[in-house]
């Protein structure tokens, strides 16, 4: 079986991970290094494949679809930063973006592999 995982989902679930320790922003380049490790232990823990929704049109839609929980930003080398709205709580973001996950991938997010890719140390 395959399943996809859209940046949406990505740059929530990093946010929810990375809030705690203060920040409220991400780069896309850790969000491919974040991803590629929540595909991989989804792989090794339950067999299936993941697809990465991660291009350019992906990150528009997110824009668009998820404004009231994302803005995104360029940093000086012209890298995409992806933010949580000032007033948006973890809270509202995990209700919104983990309550139909299934277990299997809210694990997979929150694995030490996944949470090492964000600069944080489990």
């Given at each position: 079986m395959c399943m996809f995982i859209?940046?949406?989902?990505?740059?929530?679930n990093a946010l929810i991970e990375v809030e705690k320790t203060g920040k409220r922003d991400v780069c896309?380049?850790?969000?491919?290094?974040?991803?590629?490790k929540v595909a991989k232990f989804?792989?090794?823990?339950?067999g299936e494949e993941a697809?990465?929704?991660?291009?350019?049109?992906?990150q528009q839609?997110?824009?668009?679809?998820?404004?009231?929980?994302?803005?995104?930003?360029?940093?000086k080398l012209g890298q995409r930063?992806?933010?949580?709205?000032?007033g948006v709580t973890i809270d509202e973001l995990s209700d919104y973006f983990r309550w139909a996950m299934s277990m299997k991938v809210i694990k997979a997010f929150m694995?030490?592999?996944?949470?090492?890719?964000?600069?944080?140390?489990v």
């Open positions: 859209g940046i949406e989902s990505l740059a929530a896309f380049e850790t969000l491919v290094k974040y991803g590629s989804l792989h090794e823990q339950t697809i990465l929704l991660l291009s350019k049109k992906y839609s997110m824009i668009e679809n998820y404004s009231n929980y994302f803005e995104v930003k360029l940093d930063i992806f933010w949580l709205k000032d694995s030490p592999e996944a949470i090492m890719e964000l600069g944080i140390t």
